[in-house]
């Protein structure tokens, strides 16, 4: 959690802020050898004189919990008790040295505003927990039978499992896949994590829409790949830019998600589905197809385009992912992946190496909700629930955010994309939203420009999306005038 002054205190605020940077020492937040932030960064990302941070820091000094040298910054002290010197594991190398690129800055700044008691959450894609089928999940996890097997099991998920997934893609989304073609994963992520680990190699290239979810997440460079953006319009991703792509960088896969897209909405069009298909087809560039939110349209609203995994007419280019985190609760961590046969047999081999395949318990709770007539009537509730949340927010926009942004309104999903008409830095931005009490997240985590913000109209009841708009019209306001 960044540091915050308290209220009322009559303690001077460098002495708060040692104090705030001794307990993440003594807690382990910060490692023995990490750099604290450079003195004149963390004075204008809090908003404070560089003397105050200088006079911590010093502080800090003095007591043995940080050393400085000139021209390489402050770090948390390796021999970490003055007096009592201790050869501490150099853990800060390790973490910094692994293979997993490190969560951006950016992104934690965001996940800890949204945290923060009393605001309003515009910052995170989930449902909100009046609309969480919770009433239902107890219901039907109280009644599993537990009579999968309880042993190590097939990595790709329990047979009777895959055929009832496969039976859902056929009726909800028009896909032919077999038992065969199912793999069972934690998550949509671990899908992702899958395919860009097991599929490709380090130094290869892939394309993904600008701006894209993907692009928050630190999973592609850690697996080594060379990511480049296929350029995108208010109807989805391009597919010339597909072919250009190809031409001048090779690009070995695209990572894309056409409906209701995280972070703009945009629904890629019928007409560009089939273009983009004939595209990798004729350059044999597999698609992966992310596909959380196309069971989310809004009431009313046109119904989105088939998937490409449907009117893939060879049946071979798309490897499709799913989940039930958007249209039941994240906190299953249940996906899946849609692919041929050998392609599912690979990806099950390094599930079995990672964690020997799929909890057998979530494995028969979503058997049940794919069965159950009650789930289906949840998913029309998330819908409206989801609907009225997106109507209050285009009316707020539009009541006061009219002269200040643009945006389009999504036929679905969660997400609504704003852009600013005034040039405003994120750090002024997400200063003032953290003193207003909204959490939004920036364009720039998805690889977008600056001057773009991502909305998320799914957390908050109605009212509190109202409210949170209302915030973010003062928020800039009052980044304006810095
Ligand atoms: C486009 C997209 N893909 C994948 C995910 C990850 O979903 P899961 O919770 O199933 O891992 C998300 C979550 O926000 C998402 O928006």
Same mark, same amino acid.
């Given at each position: 959690m960044e540091f915050r002054r308290e209220a009322g205190s009559r303690e001077p605020v460098y002495r708060q802020l040692a104090r705030y940077y001794e307990r993440r020492i003594a807690a382990g937040e910060l490692l023995p050898g990490e750099p604290l932030p450079a003195e004149r960064e963390l004075a204008k990302r809090l908003g404070m004189n560089r003397s105050t941070v200088a006079a911590a820091y010093a502080d800090l000094r003095s007591a043995g919990l940080v050393s400085s040298v000139r021209g390489s910054g402050t770090r948390v002290s390796e021999t970490l008790w003055g007096d009592a010197p201790k050869r501490n594991m150099n853990w800060h190398a390790y973490v910094e040295g692994g293979a997993f690129v490190p969560t951006r800055e950016l992104v934690r700044q965001t996940r800890e505003m949204a945290e923060q008691p009393g605001v309003v959450n515009l910052a995170r894609g989930e449902l909100s927990p009046e609309l969480m089928p919770k009433g239902v999940l107890r219901q039907l996890s109280g009644g599993l *039978?537990?009579?999968?097997?309880?042993?190590?099991?097939d990595a790709r998920g329990d047979k009777a499992v895959r055929e009832r997934l496969s039976v859902h893609l056929h009726d909800r989304h028009g896909i032919a896949a077999g038992p065969d073609e199912l793999l069972l994963t934690g998550g949509a992520q671990q899908a992702l994590h899958l395919i860009a680990s097991c599929l490709l190699r380090p130094g290869d290239a892939i394309g993904m829409e600008g701006p894209s979810y993907t692009y928050s997440r630190s999973l592609f460079m850690s697996a080594g790949l060379r990511l480049f953006q296929i350029a995108m319009d208010e109807q989805g991703l391009i597919p010339e830019a597909v072919a250009d792509l190809y031409a001048r960088h090779r690009i070995r896969m695209i990572f894309i998600n056409?409906?209701?897209?995280?972070?703009? *909405?945009t629904t890629l069009s019928a007409a560009r589905r089939l273009e983009l298909l004939a595209i990798c087809q004729e350059r044999r560039i597999p698609i992966v197809e992310d596909d959380p939110y196309s069971l989310l349209p809004a009431l009313g609203s046109p119904l989105p385009p088939a998937s490409l995994k449907a009117l893939d007419p060879s049946g071979d280019a798309v490897l499709y992912v799913g989940t039930l985190s958007k249209i039941a609760a994240p906190g299953l961590r249940t996906g899946w992946i849609a692919a041929p046969a050998g392609v599912i047999r690979r990806l099950a081999e390094a599930k079995e190496e990672m964690?020997?395949?799929?909890s057998a318990v979530l494995q028969e709770l979503t058997l049940a909700i794919l069965d159950s007539k009650l789930w289906e009537s949840e998913l029309e509730r998330i819908r409206a629930g989801l609907t009225g949340r997106r109507d209050r927010m285009l009316e707020a926009l539009k009541l006061h955010l009219a002269d200040a942004a643009e945006w389009k309104a999504p036929d679905g999903g969660y997400y609504l994309w704003l852009r600013l008409k005034d040039r405003i830095g994120e750090p002024d931005l997400l200063r003032e939203a953290a003193a207003r009490g909204v959490a939004l997240v920036p364009g720039s985590v998805y690889g977008a420009r600056p001057g773009c913000l991502r909305l998320a109209f799914?957390?908050?009841?109605e009212e509190r999306v109202g409210e949170g708009i209302a915030r973010l019209a003062a928020v800039l306001a009052a980044a304006r005038c810095r």
């Open positions: *039978g537990l009579e999968l097997p309880f042993g190590y099991a056409p409906t209701y897209q995280n972070p703009t *909405g964690d020997y395949g799929f799914s957390r908050e009841s």
